[in-house]
DNA sequence: GATTAGTTCGCACGACCGTGCGAGATCCGG
DNA sequence: CCGGATCTCGCACGGTCGTGCGAACTAATC
């Protein structure tokens, strides 16, 4: 008995596929932040679908597939939360804070329900596995590129001082994000975040060229 | 033919089964840290020390109780690792020191090869799944609250500000360190320690009474 | 030497995994 | 109305998982 008539009455409409395509892929998006992309299962999916595990595997004809792509669907939500918003913002210092504000914003709103799904592949593909852990690698180098770059045109603005090390400065604006996103997962409490922002305030004020930089 | 007698001449001695015990939480460790402790199998450890699944499968008799048993023995590697070290400091700020110290030396040494074994559980289970989740939490709760009490006793010894938020600065010295940790494992650079070393020096500047906040 | 406790073995089970294949169901252009 | 595309299906395969069981072997005790 294959296909047992959609039983809704709504017909199979033109391009289907494409519409369960990008479910699958939501699906797995949430899959893969609550519990990891390497337990992300083809039945798993299927059976959270309602759907038989060759219709989920036709649409990628391989588990690494459905891999790359569940990455590169997240990498649009990402870009779509945070990077978009941000760039509301003017290049240079605001556009950095924009930048925190948003990823700290994008982990309180809950946008995945297992926090941050690349924070959630850089624990999980921390060891040099597979092609999977370039493509973190280089996310992860991005991500703290893009962070140096906003500090150096703020650095040129004036707007922070100009002895400060970028790349430390990046590390360090960092890593009160990640650990926001972790805890607040952790501890089902998104006020954490708010823990994110003071620290953000604390270590811009330190880096800022008027010397406020106490709390 | 079970058991082909063990080929080499040292016979099996007294109590194998607490040796071989011990091997298994070692290699689960090593394991764990690197792949994630949902992804530690049974069959693989067997396979790792070239012994039988059941051989494996005896001495704890569920995976849950492997889980567990191999949690408690990698907190014994910590205790061994970070606090030990950092104990011989006296109680306040130098403890404080020494405990974000101990913490990054123990990352850079690579006692875990994987990174620090419970900053990989603080990412696997931040989403709310069994009982894991609850000794994570704990684990991460204890860990703060340690690095609170030692401000405490620094504040209260007039070796950091009393009026700064104690939670507040617990967040903002582990967020360093657990980057720290992710970033050196990720790139395979132990050196990304100095940029956490760094962090927590100027954190704990800008906390000082003495008003030198600056790097 | 027989007994016993302890350790590891082979083997089997049901469940789920990723992957393939052929077959129906539906839709679209002719 | 017909023929190809497109989807999704059921089914089957080999592999690995966690878990049990009985048996073989060793070392220590009587």
């Known amino acids: 008995m294959p296909m047992p008539p959609p039983t809704d009455d709504t017909p ?26 390497s337990s992300l299962t083809i039945g798993r999916l299927a059976r959270e679908l309602g759907v038989s595990k060759s219709g989920v595997f036709a649409h990628f004809r391989s588990k690494q597939r459905l891999q790359q792509e569940t990455i590169a669907a997240a990498g649009e939500v990402f870009e779509r939360e945070v990077f978009v918003p941000a760039s509301a913002a003017p290049a240079g210092l605001a556009r950095l804070e924009a930048l925190c504000e948003a990823y700290l914003s994008y982990v309180e709103r809950g946008v995945f329900p297992g926090g941050c799904f690349f924070a959630h592949l850089l624990a999980e593909f921390d060891a040099p596995d597979g092609p999977i852990h370039d493509e973190v690698d280089a996310t992860q180098r991005g991500w703290l590129a893009l962070l140096e770059e906003h500090i150096a045109i703020a650095q040129h603005a004036g707007d922070l001082r100009s002895e400060v090390d970028r790349a430390q400065l990046a590390f360090e604006l960092y890593a009160p994000l990640e650990l926001a996103n972790y805890l607040a997962t952790l ?10 922002r003071a620290a953000v305030r604390a270590t811009l004020a330190a880096a800022s060229p008027t010397e406020r930089a106490w709390r």
Not at 12 to 37: K, N, V, W
Not at 187 to 196: A, E, F, I, N
Request: charged share 35%; net charge neutral.
């Open 12 to 37: 199979r409409r033109r391009s289907d596929g494409e519409q369960t395509h990008a479910a699958i892929l939501d699906a797995a998006m949430r899959l893969a932040s609550i519990e990891g992309l």
């Open 187 to 196: 501890y089902r409490d998104p006020s954490l975040t708010d823990r994110g």
